[in-house]
């Protein structure tokens, strides 16, 4: 089963840019899976922000994300990468990744079997 584990999260004014990775465990099954971007500020619930396809033909991206931020994966390096630029301070939250076999990118959360811990964003005004 693949662990997943997000880094890359900090401190960022408002205007700059972030790529937060999310690394996952296994080998060659990495590439079975769609991965998914989600975040959660607090008081909030959980809200979706982009997703790859399993074999990387579709992205899928939260309509207040889109154009900001740009999702991406290499299979080679069993990583999904989230680049954000122009960061909002309403960006702000806790950003975890999610996996999903055979997935298509959905934006779902309860398509997602598996979970990372997270890795916290803060967007200073």
């Known amino acids: 089963q693949v662990h997943l584990v997000e880094s890359g999260g900090g401190l960022v004014q408002t205007g700059g840019s972030l790529k937060l990775s999310c690394a996952a465990s296994a080998g060659r099954t990495f590439s079975q899976y769609a991965i998914a971007w989600f975040r959660r500020a607090p008081g909030n619930v959980r809200e979706f922000v982009a997703a790859v396809a399993w074999n990387g033909d579709r992205t899928n991206y939260a309509v207040d994300v889109e154009g900001r931020f740009t999702i991406s994966r290499d299979n080679a390096k069993n990583t999904v990468y989230l680049q954000m630029n122009s960061l909002k301070p309403e960006d702000t939250a806790v950003y975890s990744c999610?996996?999903?076999?055979?997935?298509?990118?959905?934006?779902?959360?309860?398509?997602?079997?598996?979970w990372g811990q997270g890795t916290q964003v803060t967007v200073s005004s």
């Open positions: 999610a996996a999903d076999l055979y997935g298509s990118g959905h934006s779902g959360p309860a398509y997602y079997e598996i």
